[in-house]
C-alpha cells in the first residue's frame, strides 16, 4: 500500500510535527508547519519539496506548538494563504497562552494569522485530492483529521498514531469530557474507510485497526485511572520541554517542575507529591523510557 | 502483497532526534547528521534504501 505520488511526506520527530506536501499544479498545501525553534530547517526542507513550485496554502490540524510553530515563518517566505480549524480562531486572534499550551507549558511560537477557517463536514481540495474534514476532539477539543474517501488516505495529526494519540490534557484543564470526546474521535475514524494514515508524529503506518485497537486500549486505561492520565500528561510536557533545551541541571528540576504552571497544577491536582519527589519520579521515569539520561549532573535527552 | 510493496512501509526508524538544525558549513543537521534532501525523502524511500543512509552516519561524526 503506497502514499499517492502527489502527497509528500517529510517525516520529522516529537518537537516538529511531521509536514505534509500536497502536492498540485496550481500550488501545493502544506499541512502542519513544524515547531518555531527548528523553522529554518523547516523552510529548508520545504524548498526543497517545493522545488520552485509555489505553495498555494497552509493549514494546520490543530494550533500547538509542534504543529504552527513555523508558521510565521512560513507566512512570511510564500505569503501564502492560511487555514485554521474554525474552533482554533479565537484562541488566535487573542493568542491565548493557555489554550494554545504555550507559556503555562515552557513552549513558544511566533504569532500568526490567518485567512479563514474550516469545521467539521467541510470539504477541503489540498493538493489533487478532495478532503473532508473531521472533527477530532480529544487531545485538542478544535483539532481536525482530513480523510480522503478517493485514496483511503487519514491525515490524523494527534488524534490517532500508530501507537497510542496525543495526551488529553484538557480532560486536566477543565474539560472533563475529553476523555469521552477521544472515544467518539476513535470511534468515527473506525467508521471511515482508510488504507493508510498519515500521523502527526512518526512514520505513515497502514494497520488502522490495530492502531485504533491499541488506542482504545490506552483510552480505557486513563478512564479506569484518571491518574494514569496525569502522569502521561506530565511526563510528554517535560520531556517536550527537554527536548527543546536539551539538557537542565538535576538540581534545578526541582523548581522547574514547580514553576511550569502545566507541571506544577498537575501535579497538585492529581498527583499531589511535593516538588522535589514529583521531579525525581519523572526523571527515573524517564529515563527507564531511555528518553534522558544523567551526565554529571545534568539530566540529558536522548533525542528520541 | 510481494516483499518489495511492503518496503516502503517496513519499519526503520528515523535517526531524528529533534535537534534539527543545519550545519551552514557541513550541510548536515546537527543532530541527524542527514542532509536536507535525505530528510526531505525519508519517508518516501524503501527500507533498503534507508539502511543505506544511516549506514552512511557514523562516517559523518564530527572529529574530536
New interface residues.
Given amino acids: 500500500m503506497k502514499l499517492p505520488a502527489s502527497i509528500q511526506v517529510i517525516e520529522r520527530g516529537w518537537l516538529s510535527a511531521n509536514n505534509i506536501v500536497l502536492h498540485a499544479p496550481e500550488g501545493a498545501t502544506l499541512v502542519d508547519s513544524g515547531y518555531g525553534a527548528h523553522a529554518p530547517l523547516t523552510l529548508a526542507l520545504l524548498e526543497k519539496a517545493l522545488k520552485g513550485k509555489p505553495l498555494a496554502r497552509l493549514i494546520n490540524t490543530h494550533c500547538h506548538s509542534d504543529h504552527m510553530g513555523g508558521n510565521a515563518a512560513i507566512q512570511g517566505k510564500y505569503g501564502c494563504r492560511t487555514s485554521v480549524p474554525a474552533g482554533e480562531a479565537p484562541l488566535i486572534d487573542r493568542w491565548d497562552e493557555q489554550a494554545l499550551i504555550l507559556s503555562i507549558a515552557d513552549q513558544r511560537a511566533e504569532r500568526f494569522s490567518y485567512d479563514d477557517t474550516f469545521g467539521d463536514g467541510d470539504s477541503l481540495k489540498m493538493g489533487e485530492l478532495d478532503w473532508r474534514v473531521i472533527a477530532a476532539p480529544g487531545h485538542d477539543t478544535h483539532a481536525v483529521t482530513f480523510h480522503s474517501p478517493e485514496s483511503r488516505v487519514l491525515i490524523s495529526g494527534d488524534a490517532l498514531w500508530e501507537n497510542g494519540f496525543g495526551a488529553v490534557f484538557p480532560q486536566l484543564f477543565g474539560r472533563d469530557t475529553a476523555l469521552q470526546e477521544t472515544r467518539g474521535t476513535l470511534d468515527c475514524i473506525s467508521r471511515l474507510e482508510v488504507a493508510i494514515v498519515i500521523p502527526g508524529h512518526g512514520r505513515p503506518f497502514t494497520g488502522v485497526d490495530a492502531a485504533l485497537e491499541r488506542a482504545f486500549k490506552r483510552l480505557d486505561s486513563y478512564e479506569e485511572d484518571i491518574t494514569r492520565l496525569a502522569r502521561h500528561c506530565v511526563k510528554v510536557a517535560f520531556s517536550f520541554a527537554l527536548l527543546e533545551k536539551r539538557s537542565m541541571p538535576l538540581a534545578d528540576v526541582p523548581a522547574y517542575v514547580g514553576r511550569v504552571p502545566m507541571l506544577a497544577d498537575i501535579n497538585r491536582r492529581y498527583l499531589g507529591m511535593t516538588a522535589a519527589v514529583f521531579a525525581g519520579w519523572l526523571a527515573a521515569d524517564l529515563e527507564r523510557a531511555g528518553a534522558v539520561q544523567r551526565r554529571d549532573g545534568m539530566l540529558v535527552a536522548t533525542g528520541t | 502483497?510481494s516483499e518489495s510493496?511492503k518496503l516502503?512501509?517496513e519499519?526503520i526508524a528515523?535517526p531524528?532526534?529533534?535537534?534539527?538544525?543545519?550545519n551552514p558549513e557541513t550541510q548536515l543537521?546537527e543532530?541527524c547528521l542527514r542532509t536536507?534532501?535525505e530528510?526531505?525523502a525519508?519517508?518516501?524511500l524503501s527500507a533498503r534504501e534507508k539502511r543505506a543512509v544511516l549506514a552512511q552516519l557514523p562516517a559523518r561524526k564530527p572529529k574530536p
Fill in positions: 502483497m510493496a516502503p512501509l519499519d528515523s531524528c532526534n529533534n535537534i534539527c538544525r543545519m543537521c543532530g536536507i534532501d530528510i526531505a525519508w519517508s518516501g
